[in-house]
């Protein structure tokens, strides 16, 4: 088997193009290697063979097929000053051209995220009901509150939009320690209906139904919105907030 650096050497002769003291050491090795030697032999006569086939012309429907073939903007030589503007303003108005619109519709999706956000952070300064989703609009019909030191709490009444009706009301609640108080409703149950106790994660939650009373034992819930909705228009709900057993507000609100 011939060394790969020697093959290189053989290539090289053959090119003409191999120096003198590489030309020293493949004549050394192929003195030393006959197989290599008929190799090289071999090689050689292809080589000058080659080297003097005669030149052929290709025949006038070859050489109009090839010259058709070409294309000759692409090739032609750019000497023409204006020309070569030419291709600069097409290049330019071609980069300029997609660097526009991957701008614009990123501006869309930049303009798009900032509406929505705006939109979402208008909407929960508007209303700020804990937990609920989907209100348009709130209005604060009454508001009571304490920040003594033995009872901490604020509830706010207000009035939400949520569809076309005005049938639509929620408590928020922000009581601290939570786990001190129950907040008691006291309502019509033919006309009243709680819309979101289930989606609100309370410790414990006592229904009556048939009297109109339910009692809410928040837990670590600190604040929390209690939604309502009224069959008919007006009504009247008892807001009664306990502190263990002792009551620290106790309220009637009308909704209309």
């Known amino acids: 088997m011939i060394d790969k650096k020697y093959l290189e050497l053989i290539n090289k002769d053959i090119d003409k193009i191999i120096s003198a003291d590489e030309k020293k050491a493949l004549l050394k090795f192929l003195g030393e290697n006959p197989d290599a030697g008929n190799l090289y032999n071999e090689l050689t006569k292809t080589g ?8 052929r012309e290709p025949s006038p429907d070859l050489q109009s097929r090839i010259l ?7 090739y032609s030589p750019k000497n023409n000053p204006l020309a070569v503007f030419g291709d ?8 300029w051209a997609f660097s526009f ?13 900032i509406l929505s956000v705006t939109s979402l952070v208008r909407t929960s ?12 609009s709130a209005e604060v019909l009454r508001s009571f509150s304490s920040d003594s030191p033995d009872n901490f709490f604020k509830i706010d009444l207000l009035k939400v939009r949520a569809s076309d009706d005005d049938n639509h ?3 928020n609640v922000d009581i601290t320690p939570p786990e001190e108080y129950i907040l008691e409703l006291n309502y019509n149950p033919e006309n009243v209906i709680f819309e979101n106790l289930s989606s609100v994660k309370f410790e414990k939650i006592n229904l009556e139904s048939t009297s109109g009373k339910i009692r809410i034992f928040p837990s670590a819930t600190s604040r929390f919105s209690v939604m309502i909705a009224l069959k008919n228009t007006g009504e009247e709900i008892g807001i009664n907030l306990l502190k263990g057993e002792k009551s620290v507000l106790d309220r009637k609100v009308s909704l209309k």
């Open 101 to 113: 619109s991957f701008g614009l519709a990123a501006g869309i999706v930049l303009l798009a995220v």
């Open 125 to 136: 300064i508007e209303k700020d009901i804990y937990g609920t989703i989907g209100i348009t």
């Open 88 to 95: 600069f303003i097409s290049a330019l108005k071609t980069k």
């Open 169 to 171: 009301f929620a408590f």
């Open 68 to 74: 058709m073939s070409i294309d000759h903007n692409r």
């Open 48 to 55: 000058q063979m080659l080297n003097h086939l005669p030149d």
